[in-house]
C-alpha cells in the first residue's frame, strides 16, 4: 500500500513567512523608537498652535489699555470671549483664558473659553472674569515663562476638568514685564489622535513598500533559485531513466551557489557513469558481495543504532554496540511492554557475516513480538528457541539475556539464554545469580528458566557480550570478568551513559592499537526509584550516598559544597551522639528551596536551642561551632520529636530552574 506523502510547505512560502515576520518586527521596534518622537512632533504643532492662539486673542484685545477695558467694559469682554471661543474650535483647543497673578501667586481669571458648549458653561462658571484660584505652587510652566523668557512653556494637567497638555504664555508690556498669562489647553485625547494618524500613515506607507519588495523579491527567488532547483531535482529523480541521456545546463548569466549546483550535479553525473564503469569491470562475484555487505550494513545500521540512550521516570538506560566488521552479530533492543515495564535484550549471534545479520534479526524480532504479547520471559524465549530451531538449516544459534524492570516497584525480571551473567551494580558490584540456560538454536527444548530481584534506587544491570570480557591486549592476556567488576566498581553512582562509555574506553585502552576481533556490546539499566530516600547505617561511609544526592541534583558548585558542609555536620552531630541504629535521609527542591530531612530514632537532641549561646571556647570546639555554622548557611532549621524519633529538616534557598 503506498503511503500518503507527508505535508510539505513550498520554500516561497517560508520565504514569504520569513519576510512577513522581519517586517512586523522591523515595524514594531519602528513604532517603539518613534512613539516618543511623534508625541513631541504633534506637542511642538500644537505649540505654534498656541502662540498663533495668544496672537490672535491679543489681537482682538488690543494693546495694554485693551487689558484695562477688559476688565472695566462687560460688552468688550463679551467680544473677547466670543473671539476665544472661536479660536477653541478652530484650533482644536479645549479651554483658552486668561489670567494675572497676584503677590501670593493667586490666578485672578479675565476671560475663560471653551470650545464646546458645556465645558464653555462650566468655565464661565467657575473661571469666568473675576474668579480667583488661590494655589499653593505655581506650575512649572508657569515658572518658565514668567522667570526664563520663555514664549510658551506646558505642563500635562489631569483634574476634574480634564487630562490635557496646558501651554502657559506670557503677555508683556513694552518694558518687557509680564501683564497677564494665557493659558491654551489641548486634550490630550486630540494629540494620541494626532498621533494616531501620522502613524497610520507611515504603517500604509510601509506596507505597500513591503508588499512591492515582497512581490518582486518571490518573483526573482522562484525564477533565479526555485526553478533551477525544481530542474535539477527532477533530473536527479529520473537519473537511472535516463542516465543515457546527455544533460547539459543552460549557460547562466550570474555565477552563484545555485550555478554551483548545477555544476556539481553535472560534475556528479559523469563521476557516476564512470564509477559504473568500474564496477562493471570487476569481477561479478566480488561486486556481488560488496554490495550484499553495504546493504546489509545500512539495514543492520537502520534496525540496531551504534548507541540509545533512554530515560523515563524510575529507569536510565544507555546501550551501544560497536561491530568488529562491516556486520557485526551483537544486539540489543530497548522497548516498552507497558507504560511501567521496560525490556533491555542484549544477544550474541554465532558466526560473522551477513548470514549471522539476517539471523540476528529474525532472532531481535521473534522476541519483541513474543516479550510484547504478554508472555512471561521464560516462556517467550522457549516459544522463540523453538520456532528457530525448528527452522535453522544452518545450524545457527543466539546467546541472549532479557530483562524487565517495573519502573515503579524497581522489580528487575530476567531470564537468560546461554548468555553471560550481567553485572549487578549494587554498594557491592557482583555478577548476577542466574540460570545459565541454552542458546537459543540448538535445541527444541531448552528450558529456559526466570527469576527476579528488587532493586534499589541508583541500583541496576550491566549487560555485556564476550566481546568485551574476551578482549586481547598485546600481551595476549584477556580483559577478562575481575576487570569489568572493577572498572564499574569505579563509577557505580554515575548514569547509565557514563558506565557505559566508561567500560568501552577501559576496554579499548586494555586492547590498544591491536585491532577489534569481535563485537562489543553492552547496555546498562538503571532503577531510578525514590532517589531522594535513602535508609542509611549511622556511620560516616554512609554519607557518601548522600553527597552523590546532592552532586546529582545540583553538579559540583559553590552552592552544592555548602549544602554538603551543613549535611555533613549535620549528619556527624547524629552519627556520634543519637546513638541510633538507623538514619533515614529524604531530599525535595521545590519553588526554588532544597529541603533536607533527617530521621533517627537515637536519643533526643535538639541542635537549635543547643546552639552557642553562652559557651567557651573548649565547648565550641566539640561542636557548637558546626551547629552555629550550620544555622548560617540555612534558610530555616526545623527540630521535632515526633513518634519517638528526631526530625530534623534543613532548607536552603537554590535557584529556580
Given amino acids: 500500500m503506498k503511503k500518503s506523502k507527508s505535508l510539505r510547505v513550498p520554500i516561497l512560502l517560508k520565504i514569504a513567512s520569513l519576510f512577513v515576520i522581519g517586517q512586523i518586527l522591523s515595524l514594531v521596534v519602528f513604532l517603539v523608537f518613534s512613539n516618543n518622537y511623534l508625541v513631541k512632533k504633534a506637542i511642538e504643532e500644537k505649540k505654534d498652535s498656541a502662540l498663533a492662539s495668544r496672537l490672535a486673542l491679543m489681537t482682538s484685545i488690543g494693546s495694554e489699555e485693551g487689558l484695562i477695558q477688559l476688565s472695566e467694559d462687560s460688552d468688550f469682554r463679551s467680544s473677547v470671549h466670543k473671539t476665544a471661543r472661536w479660536i477653541c474650535q478652530n484650533m482644536q483647543f479645549r479651554y483658552l483664558y486668561m489670567y494675572t497673578l497676584d503677590e501670593k501667586n493667586s490666578r485672578h481669571y479675565l476671560i475663560c473659553a471653551a470650545a464646546d458648549d458645556e465645558d464653555n458653561k462650566i468655565a464661565n462658571e467657575h473661571f469666568g472674569f473675576g474668579s480667583i484660584q488661590k494655589v499653593e505652587k505655581l506650575y512649572s510652566a508657569e515658572i518658565e515663562v514668567l522667570h526664563e523668557n520663555s514664549k510658551v512653556a506646558y505642563n500635562v494637567i489631569d483634574n476634574d476638568y480634564g487630562n490635557v497638555y496646558m501651554f502657559i504664555m506670557p503677555v508683556k508690556d513694552k518694558n518687557g514685564n509680564v501683564l497677564a498669562l494665557i493659558g491654551a489647553d489641548f486634550s490630550i485625547d486630540n494629540i494620541l489622535k494626532l498621533r494616531r494618524k501620522q502613524l497610520s500613515f507611515i504603517i500604509l506607507i510601509n506596507l505597500l513598500v513591503f508588499a512591492l519588495e515582497l512581490a518582486i523579491a518571490l518573483i526573482l527567488i522562484r525564477q533565479l533559485v526555485i526553478r533551477p532547483i525544481i530542474l535539477t531535482a527532477r533530473r536527479m529523480n529520473r537519473f537511472v531513466a535516463d542516465r543515457d541521456i546527455s544533460f547539459v545546463s543552460k549557460k547562466r548569466i550570474f555565477k552563484d551557489e545555485i550555478s554551483d549546483i548545477e555544476n556539481s550535479f553535472q560534475k556528479m553525473e559523469t563521476d557516476i557513469f564512470d564509477y559504473i564503469k568500474k564496477i562493471e569491470s570487476l569481477s561479478y562475484e566480488k561486486a556481488q558481495n560488496t554490495a550484499q555487505l553495504e546493504i546489509a550494513q545500512k539495514i543492520q545500521n537502520g534496525i540496531i543504532p551504534e548507541e540509545m540512550n533512554i530515560s523515563g521516570r524510575g529507569y536510565d538506560i544507555f546501550s551501544c554496540m560497536h561491530p568488529a566488521q562491516e556486520v557485526g552479530g551483537d544486539f540489543y533492543d530497548i522497548f516498552n511492554i507497558t507504560k511501567e515495564k521496560i525490556c533491555v535484550v542484549v544477544g550474541d549471534i554465532s558466526g560473522k557475516g551477513i ?215 549535620m549528619f556527624s552531630n547524629i552519627v556520634n551522639y543519637s546513638e541510633t541504629d538507623e538514619v533515614s535521609f529524604l531530599s525535595e527542591k521545590k519553588d526554588g528551596i532544597y529541603s533536607v530531612t533527617f530521621t533517627d530514632n537515637g536519643i533526643p537532641f535538639n541542635p537549635i536551642e543547643s546552639s552557642v549561646k553562652e559557651r567557651d571556647f573548649e565547648e565550641l570546639d566539640q561542636g557548637g561551632m558546626g551547629i552555629k555554622i550550620a544555622l548560617k548557611n540555612t534558610k530555616e532549621m526545623l527540630y521535632s520529636r515526633t513518634d519517638g524519633k528526631n526530625v530534623l529538616t534543613l532548607k536552603f534557598e537554590v535557584d529556580v530552574q
Avoid: W
Avoid at 407 to 436: M, R, W
Avoid at 447 to 461: H, P, Q, Y
Fill in 355 to 569: 548470514a549471522a545479520a539476517l539471523f540476528m534479526a529474525i532472532v531481535k524480532t521473534v522476541i519483541k513480538s513474543k516479550v510484547i504479547s504478554g508472555n512471561r520471559l521464560s516462556i517467550a524465549l522457549n516459544e522463540v528457541n523453538r520456532e528457530i530451531a525448528l527452522s535453522n538449516p544452518e545450524n545457527m544459534f543466539a546467546t541472549v539475556f532479557l530483562a524487565v524492570l517495573d519502573c515503579e516497584t524497581g522489580e528487575l525480571t530476567f531470564a537468560n539464554a546461554g548468555h553471560n551473567a550481567p553485572v549487578l551494580i549494587k554498594d557491592k558490584v557482583s555478577y548476577l545469580e542466574t540460570d545459565q540456560g541454552i542458546a537459543i538454536g540448538l535445541f527444541e527444548d531448552a528450558d529456559i528458566k526466570e527469576d527476579s530481584i528488587t532493586l534499589s534506587s541508583g541500583e541496576g544491570i550491566l549487560i555485556y557480550t564476550d566481546g568485551i570480557t574476551e578482549s586481547i591486549n598485546s600481551e595476549k592476556k584477556q580483559y577478562g570478568e575481575e576487570s569489568l567488576a572493577q572498572t564499574i566498581d569505579g563509577v557505580k553512582t554515575g548514569s547509565s551513559k557514563e558506565i557505559v562509555n566508561t567500560v568501552v574506553d577501559s576496554v579499548q585502552n586494555f586492547t590498544g592499537s591491536l585491532p577489534q576481533f569481535d563485537d562489543i556490546t553492552c547496555a546498562a539499566l538503571i532503577f531510578r526509584g525514590k532517589e531522594n530516600h535513602k535508609i542509611l547505617s549511622p556511620n560516616m561511609t554512609s554519607f557518601e550516598k548522600i553527597k552523590n544526592t546532592i552532586l546529582l541534583q545540583f553538579g559540583n558548585t559553590e552552592r552544592s559544597r555548602t549544602i554538603i558542609m551543613v549535611c555533613e555536620e
